[in-house]
C-alpha cells in the first residue's frame, strides 16, 4: 500500500520569500502523485500533478514540483510567496487503476507580511 | 462548470440519530469519491463510484455507513446511529473519464461539516 509524508505540519514565511514543502512517498511502482490546498473552510483544490514524463512539473498559482525517485519525493515550491497563499497543502500518492490518493497529513503555510 | 456541490455544508446531530448528506457532481464526471477529514488530518477515502455502480469501498466505511448513486448523478452518504467519533469533515470528490493527462484529477466539493453531540 502507498502512503505518504509530509514531515512539516507548520511553515512559516515572509511575503515575498521562496518556499518548499516537502513530501515522501512510499510506494513500489511509479506513483502518480499531487498537490493540493485547502483553504479555511473550502474543498481541495489541485496545484498540480505528476503521471510520468517530465519530472518538473508546473502548476497553477506559481507552483511547481519536482519529483526524485531516488528520494522518493515530490516537493512543492514557489520562488515568491503571496499573503494569499497561507493554506492548507496536502501530497497525495495515487496507484492502480482508480487513482484513488492516499493525503499526508498536510503543512499548514503561515505567510508573514 | 458549476462544481461540486454538497448539502448541507453543516450538520449538528446528537448521537444515534441518523444523517444523510448529499454531493452533486460536475455533470460530465463519471467518477464520484467520499472521504473524511478530521482535524489536523489529511482527507481519507471511504468509498468511490463509477456511474451508478460501488466500485471500491474502504474499511473505514462502517456497517452503519451506506452510499448510494442510484442514476449515475447526485449521491447520498448515509450514516446511522451516529456516534461522537463521525464528527469529521465529509468531502465529495468527482473526476472525469479517465484518459489521457486528466486521469486522476479531483474536483473536490466545499465538504459538509458533522458534528456529534
Known amino acids: 500500500a502507498q502512503s505518504v509524508t509530509q514531515p512539516d505540519i507548520h511553515i512559516t514565511v515572509s511575503e515575498g520569500a521562496s518556499l518548499e514543502l516537502r513530501c515522501n512517498y512510499s510506494y513500489g511502482a511509479t506513483p502518480y502523485l499531487f498537490w493540493y490546498v485547502q483553504s479555511p473552510g473550502q474543498g481541495l483544490q489541485l496545484l498540480l500533478k505528476y503521471f510520468s514524463g517530465d519530472t518538473l512539473v508546473q502548476g497553477i498559482k506559481g507552483f511547481e514540483a519536482e519529483f526524485k525517485r531516488s528520494q522518493s519525493s515530490f516537493n512543492l515550491r514557489k520562488p515568491s510567496v503571496h499573503w494569499s497563499d497561507a493554506a492548507e497543502y496536502f501530497c497525495?500518492?495515487?496507484?492502480?487503476?482508480?487513482?484513488?490518493?492516499?493525503f499526508g497529513r498536510g503543512t499548514s503555510l503561515i505567510v508573514h507580511p | 462548470d458549476t462544481g461540486v456541490s454538497q448539502n448541507p455544508r453543516h450538520k449538528i446531530t446528537k448521537r444515534g440519530q441518523n444523517v444523510t448528506f448529499r454531493c452533486d457532481p460536475i455533470s460530465e464526471h463519471n467518477r464520484l469519491y467520499w472521504y473524511r477529514q478530521t482535524l489536523g488530518q489529511g482527507p481519507e477515502f471511504l468509498t468511490y463510484?463509477?456511474?451508478?455502480?460501488?466500485?471500491?469501498k474502504s474499511r473505514l466505511l462502517s456497517d452503519r455507513f451506506s452510499a448510494e448513486r442510484p442514476k449515475g448523478s447526485f449521491s447520498t452518504l448515509e450514516i446511522q446511529r451516529t456516534e461522537q467519533g463521525d464528527s469529521a469533515m465529509y468531502l465529495c470528490?468527482?473526476?472525469?473519464?479517465?484518459?489521457?493527462?486528466?486521469?486522476?484529477?479531483?474536483?473536490f466539493g466545499p465538504g459538509t461539516r458533522l458534528t456529534v453531540t
Open positions: 497525495a500518492v495515487g496507484a492502480g487503476g482508480s487513482y484513488i490518493p492516499t
Open positions: 470528490a468527482s473526476s472525469p473519464t479517465l484518459s489521457g493527462r486528466r486521469s486522476g484529477e479531483q474536483y
Open positions: 463510484f463509477q456511474n451508478e455502480a460501488q466500485l471500491e
